[in-house]
């Protein structure tokens, strides 16, 4: 699960031990077999899953790290407003029977005014999924022209 937080707040500034008891009764102890605390549910700030989305005059891009995968493990595509990105890498173990998958699926909302039928997507060199698309061009541009 990812949490949505404004810019100016970090996840570090949220006080979790005062927000969670209310939710979950129980938060440390054991359960069963299983053991609890609180630090199992307090989410990581770098969880790997960084993007960086951005929206002007020029176009909209969304930048997210998948250096984790190879460009055939990616699908990138238009669904109405939003454009979803799932990856899915699965490799056999090196020692014994079994596979090692690592997936994400990730959805970011299209603003309007872009020209969806134009959104490109590629891997760069470091690992960093680029999808964008130009804007469409406004009544203003075209009597310009």
Not at 48 to 54: C, F, I, L, R
Not at 74 to 94: N, S
Request: glycine residues 6%; charged residues 25%.
């Amino acid at each position: 699960m990812d949490f949505i937080l404004p810019p100016s707040m970090s996840a570090s500034a949220i006080q979790w031990e005062k927000l969670l008891p209310p939710l979950i009764p129980r938060l440390s102890g054991t359960y069963g077999k299983y053991n609890w605390s609180p630090t199992l549910l307090i989410p990581e700030t770098d969880n790997g899953s960084s993007a960086e989305v951005n929206c002007d005059d020029s176009g909209f891009t969304v930048q997210v790290d998948v250096k984790y995968f190879s460009p055939k493990d990616l699908m990138v595509k238009v669904i109405g407003d939003f454009v979803e990105v799932e990856g899915k890498h699965e490799e056999k173990k090196k020692s014994g029977p079994g596979f090692t998958t690592r997936q994400f699926n990730r959805r970011y909302r299209i603003p309007k005014g872009v020209d969806t039928m134009a959104l490109e997507s590629a891997v760069s060199p470091d690992g960093i999924l680029i999808i964008s698309a130009p804007m469409l061009p406004t009544e203003n541009a075209r009597s310009l022209t």
